[in-house]
């Protein structure tokens, strides 16, 4: 298997070598170059099957490191006719606002970008599971995935899947389920019962790539079970922050055309909304009734910014855009006169869930209100938003798990 490693700081790759070599990979198969110009000689002569690309890279060795250099070679990889296209490509870099402005372009080719760290080996563990997983699928090109019982996905890294994995659930460090896919695999215990659990971030808000993440997932670990945690917009006046949203029903609030009608110009909605299973919201329906589990929720939330957390079995509208205006909210509320929640990615979990093959799994989305969508919207409250999300999942499957995944069966 062939790796080209292009990066400007090659000497932080020592440990990763070592890790290759340990495993059974041979350090002459890796080659490694410092600069852009010098990425593009190699990929013009030679096939990999990854390449390793840091994303802040110089042109030529003597030039300052510019995002975008690395963003014209990667362009040149997927659209270019002169190299010789590689299997994979994995973007690697420290700095946050570079892997995040990079993130669109690799996310369109189903390409991940891992965070490097000087302080941990989680990135070396995640590219060797990565080169593992490539050399596994070569040699064992049909084997299917295993499956787990329940997968959960959150749009963001952070605040969201990181409240995911403080739960006493045993989360690892990530492990791919194909070559651009990672999650986390952990376990819980309901009612004596073990179940499997891995959960995700898809790390870009919006419907198109939450569905595309969820697609993959279904498609390679075929759950019994996926569920959205997260943080949604509430509807000011039906719901506090702090209040967590079980989307029943959700619909695309900007699906529809528009036509004029009387002369004037009208938005004609179309909606096909989404319901969660029955198993599980009855199962809701018995913890929103239990005031002691939501207070305990509420008192020890991380930043202590919200009260005692209420549970809405309530609509829940999704749509492409960030909502920061009261009259738009006013407007998606008239689609549904009980909405109490808005976001951007609900929409999109149900819809790869409805249209996977069969079994298809049973799928809901449960999100905390973090702001009221309107001119005053800051993140203040969400981490506590996420917290109470990914707590009221915590409680719904310790205490019915068991039940929700013999549905499913």
């Known amino acids: ?47 990999y099957d990854l390449v390793v690309l840091d994303i802040l890279l110089p042109y030529r060795n003597e030039d300052e490191a510019d995002f975008d250099n690395s963003v014209q070679l990667l362009m040149e990889i997927s659209d270019g006719t002169e190299l010789i296209k590689p299997g994979r490509v994995v973007g690697i870099s420290a700095d946050k606002l570079a892997a995040e402005k990079a993130s669109p372009l690799f996310a369109q080719y189903l390409w991940t970008i891992i965070e490097y760290d000087s302080s941990s080996d989680d990135w070396i563990n995640q590219l060797t599971s990565c080169i593992s997983y490539m050399s596994a699928q070569g040699s064992n090109p049909g084997k299917p995935s295993s499956k787990i019982d ?109 036509a004029k009608v009387s002369d004037q110009s009208r938005f004609l909605m179309s909606p096909y909304p989404f319901h969660p299973p029955r198993a599980v919201r009855t199962f809701m329906e018995q913890l929103k009734a239990d005031r002691s589990a939501l207070a305990e929720i509420g008192a020890n939330a991380p930043h202590k910014a919200i009260g005692i957390p209420k549970l809405h079995l309530a609509p829940l509208a999704s749509g492409s855009a960030v909502v920061a205006d009261s009259e738009i ?60 999300s990914a707590s009221v999942l915590r409680v719904l499957f310790e205490r019915y798990g068991d039940k929700v995944v013999e549905s499913a069966d």
């Open 150 to 258: 329940l997968a959960i996905i959150c749009a963001l890294a952070e605040p969201e899947l990181s409240e995911i994995l403080s739960l006493n659930w045993g989360f690892g460090s990530a492990e791919p389920i194909d070559d651009v896919t990672f999650g986390h695999r952990g376990q819980l215990v309901s009612n004596g019962r073990s179940l499997s659990v891995m959960a995700f971030s898809v790390d870009r808000m919006g419907m198109v790539p939450s569905s595309l993440k969820a697609a993959r997932i279904i498609e390679k670990l075929r759950p019994k079970v996926l569920a959205m945690t997260g943080i949604c917009a509430g509807v000011k006046d039906r719901v506090d922050l702090g209040d967590v949203v079980l989307a029943d029903p959700c619909w695309d609030w900007q699906a529809g055309k528009y």
């Open 329 to 388: 909210t006013a407007e998606i509320v008239d689609q549904n006169r009980e909405t109490c929640g808005i976001d951007m990615e609900a929409y999109g979990i149900y819809s790869a869930a409805y249209h996977s093959d069969t079994p298809t799994p049973l799928t809901f989305v449960v999100k905390g209100v973090c702001d009221f969508a309107d001119p005053h919207k800051n993140d203040r409250y969400q981490r506590d938003a996420a917290y109470a």
């Open 1 to 47: 298997m062939k790796i080209l490693v292009i990066d400007d700081q090659p000497r932080k790759y020592s440990r990763f070598f070592e890790k290759l070599v340990s495993v059974g990979h041979l350090r002459d198969e890796t080659d490694i170059v410092t600069c852009s110009s010098d990425g593009l000689l190699k990929l013009k002569q030679t096939h």
